[in-house]
């Protein structure tokens, strides 16, 4: 599975837009890019998910170049509730015997 | 809310003794995944179930185990329990099969404290 490269911590004040780039250089032809959220002491939750260009739903965007080298998380107007640990995994999603791989993800502090 | 349910939340054990932990999948999910989340690291996958049957597994000894059963709810069974085994033990649900995008949705976990 591709590894992925994502910053440890990143901090931002409420209502403010917040882009977390993810790099993961040798991903392969048939890997899509999906990103977790995860409170402390639940489970990931399911952000979005996406293979090229752009996607967008009703919490977040995902930025993917043409070369899909690197993917950016943007969350719109964040929120104190937004503070959370971003996790970026790139691998496979269809077949069976998929595992997704975490890597520590993005601690998003978010202050008054 | 994904659907997916764990028990127990919380539980305590002794080194040595076993455990077992159970998971429902969400409605329709024919897929269950197991990872363990030690403190400050993300989860790492243990096994999966497709219909009942192993169908891939981590970097896990064989004193972890697993089921799945026909209503595709499943247990994780871990023997010999060691200290380093305290952890978040999350299942994740999925619908495989359908030669599309399978995304898997996570429950809340159960915490495992062994003394």
């Known amino acids: 599975l591709a590894k992925t490269t994502q910053p440890i911590s990143m901090d931002s004040y409420e209502g403010q837009e917040v882009n977390i780039t993810c790099s993961h250089n040798n991903i392969a032809t048939n890997d899509y890019i999906t990103w977790y959220q995860q409170f402390p002491s639940q489970g990931p939750r399911f952000i979005i998910q996406?293979?090229?260009t752009k996607v967008t739903n009703e919490v977040a965007s995902l930025f993917i170049p043409a070369d899909r080298k690197s993917s950016t998380l943007s969350l719109p107007r964040v929120s104190l509730s937004d503070t959370a640990v971003y996790y970026c995994l790139v691998g496979p999603v269809t077949g069976g015997g998929n595992k997704l791989t975490f890597g520590t993800g993005t601690q998003l502090k978010v202050e008054l | 809310e994904t659907g997916v349910t764990q028990s127990p939340t919380h539980l305590i054990k002794t080194r040595g003794q076993q455990v077992t932990l159970r998971c429902s999948s969400q409605?329709?999910?024919?897929?269950v995944s197991w990872y363990q989340q030690a403190l400050g690291q993300g989860p790492q996958f243990i096994f999966q179930y497709y219909r009942e049957e192993e169908n891939g597994r981590g970097n896990f000894p064989p004193r972890f185990s697993g089921l799945q059963f026909p209503n595709y709810s499943s247990e994780l069974n871990v023997n010999a329990l060691e200290l380093d085994d305290s952890a978040l033990y999350l299942c994740a649900s999925s619908l495989a099969g359908r030669g599309d995008q399978e995304t898997q949705y996570f429950g809340p976990g159960t915490r495992l404290l062994v003394l």
């Open positions: 996406g293979y090229k």
């Open positions: 409605s329709g999910h024919n897929t």
